[in-house]
């Protein structure tokens, strides 16, 4: 019981890690896309 209980929360730490990482990227590409484009057009 104890064992799968460890199990279970590690599985939700690197879930939880995993979706962080992935709405992160989702907001910031967005973001460096806009950036960038603004840099070349001042070039």
Do not use: E, H, Q, W
Request: cysteine-free; glycine content about 2%; charged content about 15%.
């Amino acid at each position: 019981m104890f064992i799968s209980a460890l199990i279970l929360l590690l599985v939700t730490v690197l879930f939880n890690d995993i979706a962080v990482g992935l709405v992160l990227a989702i907001v910031s590409l967005p973001r460096s896309n806009y950036f960038s484009k603004k840099v070349y057009t001042k070039k």
